[in-house]
């Protein structure tokens, strides 16, 4: 697929990268992303998509924006408080650039709307808030073999992932976890409290991960490092990497 020249123009600082080039640039176009939740991750981790140039975008989350929310979801305004947020998101990018499409869906994916949410997706990145929701989206690529962007945080911490558990040799984010669905989640942020610029953090560095993966295969810059989980810590600045291992008695991946 080639570009229009307008498009040329828009993305030329990253046709201009060896890494990317015109084959990168057209692989994002072609891209069709899944971005489960619209909050602190969700939120920047989508403007970065959105200006990278990914063609299609699904934009999941059940929850209405608060004005708790604007301490750090960048993109909502207070006239958005009480909207859906997959709703308010959608607008941001019609604003933002009329040759994407966009999708809202105001709903919690779980076993039951995988199937209509995912089929087509290249890739999911889940921002999401709460661990039932990140093991189910995990098995639903498990099953579906689509890739996995993954990012959490928790007040100062952040984690970043690219998982194919679809794949024999590559662990899936339930090997990470394992079963336990009532651990500490960021449900707490609210109790916790969450620094509002290391989500921003987090969320575009999960936006970088996802374009690792949809550039693979057609620029030099996709190398989507599956199972390495890079820990970013705001507190003592700094960041590390660790190998998850695969789990062979995976109930989501394992033989
Ligand atoms: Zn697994």
Not at 21 to 40: E, F, K, R, W
Request: proline share 4%; glycine share 10%; charged share 20%.
């Amino acid at each position: 697929m080639s570009l229009a020249p307008e498009r040329l123009a828009r993305f030329a600082r990253h046709i201009v990268l060896p890494e990317i080039g015109g084959a990168g640039q057209a692989a994002l176009a072609n891209s069709h992303v899944v971005l489960i939740g619209c909050g602190g991750i969700g939120s920047p981790a989508l403007q970065y998509l959105a200006a990278a140039g990914v063609g299609r975008l699904t934009l999941v989350d059940d929850d209405v924006v608060d004005v708790s929310n604007l301490q750090r979801q960048t993109i909502f305004t207070p006239s958005d408080v009480g909207t859906p947020k997959a709703e308010a998101a959608a607008e941001w990018v019609r604003r933002f650039d009329l040759g994407l499409e966009v999708t809202a869906v105001v709903e919690r994916l779980g076993g039951d709307n995988a199937d209509r949410i995912l089929p087509d997706a290249d890739l999911v990145l889940d921002g999401c808030d709460n661990f039932a929701t990140r093991l189910a989206v995990s098995d639903a690529c498990v099953a579906r073999a689509i890739p996995l962007t993954s990012a959490a945080i928790g007040r100062f911490q952040g984690q970043v992932a690219n998982f194919a558990g679809h794949r024999e040799d590559q662990p899936c984010y339930r090997c990470f976890v394992g079963d336990a669905f009532d651990a500490q989640d960021c449900d707490t942020c609210a109790a916790d409290g969450v620094l509002g610029a290391m989500v921003g953090m987090v969320g575009t560095f999960a936006a970088m991960h996802a374009i690792r993966v949809l550039v693979h295969g057609h620029a030099a810059f996709g190398d989507p490092k599956y199972g390495s989980l890079t820990l970013i810590d705001g507190m003592n600045p700094g960041m590390r990497s660790i190998r998850i291992a695969k789990d062979p008695a995976c109930s989501a991946c394992g033989a």
